[in-house]
């Protein structure tokens, strides 16, 4: 197991830094929090005037990957979940982050660096559940 | 110009989610596998996310509108109710079982991967029962 060090001198801080910037220039110039699940559960409210900007950010992020591979090969991805566990997996991420009022971004990124003490138990349950479920599925059933 | 500004933000957030390295569901996984071979890098995302966004919360907080002129506009609720709890649970199942959260879930569909599509067609069923079932309240 790679130390924490290496962890540390790799891209994730870098990563990390990219997007609390995309979080800063939201915030300080549309006056908008960068919570994903939020603004893509707000376009199927259809409020008229309120859409444009969620298409906006949604366009970008799908286009990243695009743009990235202009300059750079993408890094290994792998999608090992089968297909019946990936439809139940995201109707509980869509369900979940919905009525919990938001996912790793929303609660975890922007709530806990404001202090929120709703997003910190947000954070702490979604990511204590995420423990368990894996630990269910890999280490109990399997 | 908010319009050029969102997709501008949506980029340099999914650009960041490459970098990380967190687009790929098998590291966001060993990230949750506390018993397997343990991968800690998510937490140095987290924080370096965490560091950049606080100074800019602590910025927001001495203005009343953005630099465009437009209200700052931050959740004020502050009550931690079954909601929060019950939906914050859900999403950590679902999240631990694949290892994809909304963000990513996005750039991967943008990669090309057919299993993303699939993935972000129930994440939008899930959100739209939700939005059925709660919009009246």
Redesign the interface.
Same mark, same amino acid.
């Given at each position: 197991m790679n130390s924490y060090f290496d962890w540390f001198s790799g891209p994730s801080l870098a990563g990390g830094l990219v997007i609390g910037i995309a979080t800063t220039i939201l915030l300080l110039i549309n006056g908008r929090i960068a919570g994903i699940s939020g603004i893509i559960g707000g376009l199927l409210r259809m409020q008229r005037g309120d859409m444009s900007w969620r298409i906006a950010f949604i366009a970008g992020l799908i286009l990243s990957p695009v743009i990235w591979q202009l300059f750079h090969a993408l890094p290994e991805i792998r999608v090992e979940t089968s297909t019946s566990m990936l439809i139940l997996a995201g109707l509980l991420v869509g369900y979940g982050t919905r009525l919990g009022s938001g996912c790793t971004s929303g609660h975890g990124v922007c709530g806990v660096s404001r202090g929120s003490p709703r997003s910190i138990v947000a954070t702490l349950t979604f990511i204590a559940t995420g423990f368990a479920t894996v630990y269910l599925l890999r280490h109990i059933i399997s | 110009m908010?319009?050029?500004?969102?997709? $501008? #933000?949506?980029?340099?957030?999914?650009?960041?989610? /490459?970098?990380?390295?967190?687009?790929?569901?098998?590291i966001v $996984?060993s990230f +949750?596998? /506390?018993?397997?071979? *343990?991968?800690?890098?998510?937490l *140095? #995302?987290?924080?370096?996310?965490?560091? #950049?966004?606080?100074?800019?919360?602590a910025?927001?907080k001495k203005?009343k509108?953005?630099?465009?002129g437009?209200? /700052? =506009?931050?959740?004020i609720?502050? =009550?931690?109710d079954h909601?929060? +709890?019950? %939906?914050?649970? +859900?999403? %950590?199942?679902?999240?631990?079982?694949?290892?994809?959260?909304?963000?990513p879930? +996005?750039? $991967?569909?943008?990669?090309g991967?057919a299993?993303?599509i #699939?993935?972000?067609?129930?994440?939008?069923?899930?959100?739209?029962?939700?939005?059925m079932k709660?919009?009246q309240k």
């Open positions: - | 908010t319009i050029i500004v969102s997709t $501008l #933000v949506g980029m340099i957030f999914g650009f960041g989610l /490459i970098l990380s390295g967190m687009v790929n569901p098998a $996984l +949750l596998d /506390i018993a397997g071979n *343990w991968n800690p890098s998510l *140095w #995302v987290m924080g370096g996310a965490m560091s #950049v966004s606080a100074i800019a919360f910025v927001a203005r509108k953005s630099y465009l437009i209200p /700052i =506009q931050i959740p609720t502050t =009550q931690i909601r929060l +709890l019950i %939906g914050s649970f +859900l999403f %950590g199942v679902g999240w631990g079982i694949a290892g994809i959260c909304p963000g879930a +996005l750039v $991967l569909v943008g990669s991967s299993n993303a #699939v993935f972000l067609i129930a994440m939008m069923t899930g959100m739209l029962l939700f939005e709660h919009s």
